[in-house]
């Protein structure tokens, strides 16, 4: 019997040897083992491992700098053009060729490039937030939503080209004074934020009667910090994509405002412009329109990769 106790003694002192006590650390206990989350590292984290984000945002960058450097190393005569130029192929003089006018068309269309991106960003820049107040606006006041219904289909529902024709109108003869620039963003821009706001309004409606704001309706908390403060930070990923693959839509829409007159004219060196000139000798002088129609395309492809990109990368179910 004494035999098997001391041979349980040594067993138990054995273990107790296995157990060591160990100082509990009360800031240690509280330290997380995980980084801690932040949604724009983690945004930024998805969307520059994307191809699309890559490659997208490289051409960028060599696109601008297109634009910038290349109508530094034009002349004079290469954007007002001569008669020894006028319609003249592609070369090695001219490599696209020359316009109706008689001007470089390699040199006018980066420097167009520029203007229309220029005007197309501006134009998005003011649809998108008009689009985003309006849509606040008629998500939180419900008691107006019948009001904004009306108003988006009256306007929806009138032809983009009866619009076209009567700001046409309007600028010739009652509002001279607005440059052609001006009343190209006007043109883009009185109608291009109806869907965003459309958008923005179901969102709101969707968050609407979650938790944190029935809590701030029910502490009187005004509506502008309502609007502000809880539903915009939700929906700003959406706001952002929406931003990216406006911008491409203005560009085209330039093309279709010069035809109706409310863009810019023949004179004026955009990418609208030149297309618009380009188009009546397309037949017989192919170059003059395939030229900056391709820089065009490549602008609204550099775009839409980045806002599918951007699209991908704000949704957190995308994160870790």
């Not at 520059?48 to 109508?71: C, R, W």
């Not at 024709?165 to 109806?194: D, K, N, Q, Y």
Request: proline share 4%; aromatic share 10%; glycine share 6%.
């Amino acid at each position: 019997m004494t035999e098997v106790l001391n041979e349980q003694y040594e067993v138990d002192h054995e273990l107790d040897d296995l157990f060591v006590p160990v100082k509990i650390d009360e800031e240690e206990s509280e330290h997380l083992a995980a980084e801690p989350y932040s949604y724009w590292k983690s945004v930024f984290h998805v969307f520059i491992h994307k191809p699309a984000a890559i490659v997208s945002i490289i051409t960028l960058i060599l696109l601008v700098l297109g634009i910038i450097i290349i109508p530094l190393f034009a002349t004079q005569a290469d954007f007002e053009g001569t008669l020894a130029t006028v319609n003249a192929a592609p070369s090695a003089a001219h490599i696209w060729g020359c316009d109706a006018k008689g001007r470089d068309l390699w040199f006018i269309t980066w420097s167009g490039a520029g203007a229309s991106l220029g005007l197309a960003l501006i134009s998005s820049a003011i649809v998108t937030v008009i689009g985003v107040i309006m849509g606040l606006i008629w998500g939180y006041l419900k008691k107006l939503d019948w009001l904004f219904v009306e108003a988006y289909n009256l306007i929806a529902n009138i032809p983009s080209l009866l619009i076209y024709m009567l700001l046409s109108t309007i600028f010739a003869h009652s509002i001279t004074w607005i440059s052609p620039e001006g009343r190209l963003v006007f043109s883009l821009c009185i109608t291009g934020w109806l869907g965003l706001a459309l958008m923005i309004r179901n969102m709101v409606l969707i968050i609407d009667n979650r938790e944190y704001n029935v809590a701030s309706k029910t502490l009187a908390t005004p509506a502008r910090r309502i609007m502000f403060k809880n539903y915009l930070p939700y929906i700003l990923g959406i706001i952002i994509t929406d931003f990216s693959l406006i911008v491409p839509g203005m560009i085209s829409s330039e093309v279709s405002m010069s035809y109706f007159g409310v863009g810019l004219p023949k004179d004026k060196i955009a990418i609208g412009a030149i297309l618009e000139l380009g188009i009546k000798e397309f037949q017989q002088r192919p170059w003059q329109i395939l030229a900056p129609g391709a820089l065009m395309a490549v602008i609204i492809f550099i775009f839409f990769l980045l806002g599918m990109a951007l699209s991908d990368a704000l949704d957190p179910k995308k994160h870790r």
